[in-house]
Nanobody, 119 residues
Framework: QVQLVESGGGLVQPGGSLRLSCAAS????????MTWYRQAPGKQRELVAR???????NYADSVKGRFTISRDNAKNTVFRQMNSRKPEDTAVYYC?????????????WGQGTQVPVSS
């Protein structure tokens, strides 16, 4: 059983910054990839940023240059620094972690963090 706890959400002014974190706990043997998704009102969930175990990253075109994903492997935690936020960044942000337990593979989701950007 793997649990994810997200933290750091809140109202942000346009152009402001915010840092979200997602901590995984449980009998985790290894983590392969940690991903942030978001879902805006009335829209489908979309990938925002992803970081692999070796440190390589992927970003959605809409956030490149503004968002930075990083991870602390010792704490099984992924971070997302959001700078120069725009009103269209308003969404519920979810983290997803995929990895391996002693009993097999897992894929777990965080509870979601509301991040509104005031207009």
């Amino acid at each position: 059983q793997v649990q994810l706890v997200e933290s750091g959400g809140g109202l942000v002014q346009p152009g402001g910054s915010l840092r979200l974190s997602c901590a995984a706990s449980g009998s985790i043997f290894s983590i392969n990839v940690m991903t942030w998704y978001r879902q805006a009102p009335g829209k489908q969930r979309e990938l925002v940023a992803r970081i692999f175990s070796g440190g390589s990253t992927n970003y959605a075109d809409s956030v490149k240059g503004r968002f930075t994903i990083s991870r602390d492997n010792a704490k099984n935690t992924v971070f997302r620094q959001m700078n120069s936020r725009k009103p269209e960044d308003t969404a519920v942000y979810y983290c997803n972690v995929e990895g391996r337990l002693a009993t097999g593979m897992f894929s777990s989701w965080g509870q979601g963090t509301q991040v509104p950007v005031s207009s």
